[in-house]
Structures are given as C-alpha cells and as structure tokens.
C-alpha cells in the first residue's frame, strides 16, 4: 500500500526527526523540501543561488520554485511507494497545488499530521539543534546528544553542525513566518477532515509512538 502524508508543524517540532523514522520504517521516501534547498546552496546550483537569501533570513522561498521542486521530485521512482513530505507545504497555494499535482496523477494526500509544542519550547531546541553534515541524523545537545562531544554517532570524527538559520534572531522570523503563513494549514486540512493532531513533547520514541497511532501505521 502507497501512503502519502504530510508531517506540519512549526520549526523545530521534530517534523524531520519523526519524518526520517516514519520513512525508513515504511521505505516511503523522505521529501524534505529544507534538506533539498540546503544542499543546493550548498552545491551552489542555480536553485541554490536563488533559495539562499530567503533561507538565510528566515523567509519562503518563492511557492512557484517550491511547487516545481516538489513536483519532480514526488515523481521519482522511489516515492511510488509512497512519502512523507517534511516542510512542504508551508502556504495555502503549496497546499492547492499539491492536491491537483496528486489528483493528476490519480493520487491523493492520505494524511496531513500536525505536530504540535508550546513555543518556548520550539526555541529552546532549535538552539539546541545540530545536525551531522555527512548523514544529516539530527541532534539536540540537551535533550538527544550525541554519545561523543559533538560527533556524529554513525561518523566518528566528523563534527556536528548548526544550520545558519538556527541562529536566534532568525529562529523568532522563522516562528512569525511559520504563524502569518503556514498555520492557516491546519484550517485547511481541518476543513477538509484530514488533519491529525499529534502532541509534540516528550521523548522522541513517545512521539513516534503517538504519531504511528494516529496514521495507523
Ligand atoms: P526547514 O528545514 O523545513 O525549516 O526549511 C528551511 C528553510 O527552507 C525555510 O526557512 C525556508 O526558507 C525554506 N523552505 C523549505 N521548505 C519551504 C517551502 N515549502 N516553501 C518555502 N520555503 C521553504
């Protein structure tokens, strides 16, 4: 069985945490339109040289950009048994154009899960936040730190980092945007009966536990 949901939820939710685990026990892909952007700067390519800006200050990306990427990259060989979209969509005009880009193709959207933490708490662990720049495997130095100072667990040797956009002045933008143009979602989803609530706190297995429940999977 194929499934398609999409993780919402503000920043530092633990949208990519839980989405990386959902699709790996699954063998859905993982879609993270953020991970996609941050390799292409990375790599500098032209979406890279467009995106950068944007992301450096905490604002989307422009939706046309967005669509087409999520576009293509939906329709690779290894999402035909289905994904879990992280960070996408993030407006109502993503959200419109995922449903016709499903309906056209005869698919349609299983799940929009909205995971869900108090707000001093999401700045509390984007600080907190590094990630591996080999495998991408997130941490939080409190809450789930790595076994040596801050080393990858599957790359010893390789220092963790922190993502530019985690810095704080620019988390607080991140958290407005997140409010002015992406919680309007979870209206959306609600309207449409599709949405899962999924509280957010706690250990990361309790979450996963709570998520799995609510996907019935
Ligand atoms: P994330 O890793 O999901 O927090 O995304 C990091 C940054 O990438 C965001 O702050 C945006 O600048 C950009 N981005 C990721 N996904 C989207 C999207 N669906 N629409 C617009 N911008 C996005």
């Keep these: 069985m194929s499934v ?27 879609i993270s339109t953020g991970e996609i952007l941050r390799d292409a700067v990375a790599r500098r390519s ?26 293509d990259r939906s329709a690779e060989q290894d999402a035909s048994a289905g994904f879990v979209l992280d960070g996408f969509p993030r407006t109502v005009p993503q959200a419109n154009a995922l449903d016709s880009m499903l309906q ?3 698919q349609r959207l299983d799940a929009a899960v909205g995971l869900e933490a108090p707000r001093e708490e999401l700045v509390r662990r984007l600080s907190a936040r590094r990630e591996c720049p080999l495998c991408k495997r997130a941490y939080n130095l409190i809450t789930a730190p790595p076994l040596n100072d801050e080393e990858c667990d599957d790359h ?31 209206d959306y989803y609600r309207g449409q009966g599709r949405l899962r609530s999924v509280p957010a706190t706690g250990p990361v297995d309790d979450v996963y536990h709570s998520l799995s429940q609510a996907l019935g999977c």
């Design 156 to 186: 010893p040797g390789t220092r963790l980092t922190q993502r530019e956009d985690d810095k704080e002045e620019t988390v607080r933008r991140r958290l407005e945007v997140y409010e002015r143009q992406t919680a309007p979602l979870l």
């Design 46 to 71: 032209p979406l890279g040289l467009e995106a950068r800006q944007q992301m450096e200050q905490g604002l989307l990306v422009a939706d046309d950009v967005m669509i087409g990427l999520v576009h």
């Design 104 to 106: 056209s193709r005869g």
């Design 4 to 30: 398609r949901v999409v993780l919402l939820g503000p920043p530092g939710v633990g949208k990519g945490t839980q989405g990386r685990r959902l699709a790996a026990q699954h063998r859905w892909a993982l």
